[in-house]
């Protein structure tokens, strides 16, 4: 009997759930909007870095960036990566990439240097188009003065790219 209790109140549930006019496929567990999309599109993000004063080119940041944009929504989402004809498009380029001192030491040194990246993000929603957008993104990583870029670049990169990109995926899929 007790079985019976927990069928009917599951039966019950599901149909209140519908009768409400909620869409299982139009939300998913992490509570963005969708809407009708089912693909997207992030195009290569060229590195113009250098076009900005005092920017360094980093080789290989495009692609890595690019890449890891893809993979956080391919992770966070139920939608399809594909190359042309997308729902959601993301494109855009890094605009700057460069290396600032921030604290000094009593001898008027750098104490601690600041890595700082920004992209410049167009994001085109073809199934809600009053939510597309141009916007940029910033991010920096501190690190020792004392240590090379190289030693820490891909801490770096990492804390970095897993900023701006769930920043890119806050501002196109929760602000629709």
């Known amino acids: 009997m007790n079985n019976l209790k927990k069928i009917v109140f599951f039966l019950l549930t599901i149909t209140a759930i519908q009768s409400c006019g909620f869409n299982v496929n139009y939300y998913n567990l992490t509570g963005i909007d969708l809407g009708d999309a089912k ?91 009053d939510s597309d957008f141009e916007s940029r993104f910033s991010f920096f990583f501190d690190y020792p003065a004392n240590a090379m870029l190289q030693t820490v670049k891909n801490q770096a990169h990492h804390e970095i790219f897993e900023r701006l990109t769930q920043e890119i995926f806050n501002k196109s899929l929760y602000d629709i």
Do not use: C, W
């Open 39 to 129: 693909t997207f599109q992030v195009n290569f993000f060229k590195n113009y870095a250098s076009q900005n004063s005092g920017s360094t080119i980093e080789p290989g940041l495009d692609r890595d960036f690019t890449q890891a944009l893809q993979e956080l929504l391919l992770n966070q989402t139920k939608l399809d990566l594909t190359t042309s004809n997308s729902d959601l498009l993301y494109e855009g380029e890094i605009v700057e990439y460069k290396i600032s001192p921030m604290t000094a030491t009593a001898q008027q040194t750098a104490a601690q240097n600041r890595l700082t990246m920004t992209v410049n993000v167009r994001f085109f929603n073809h199934t809600k188009e």
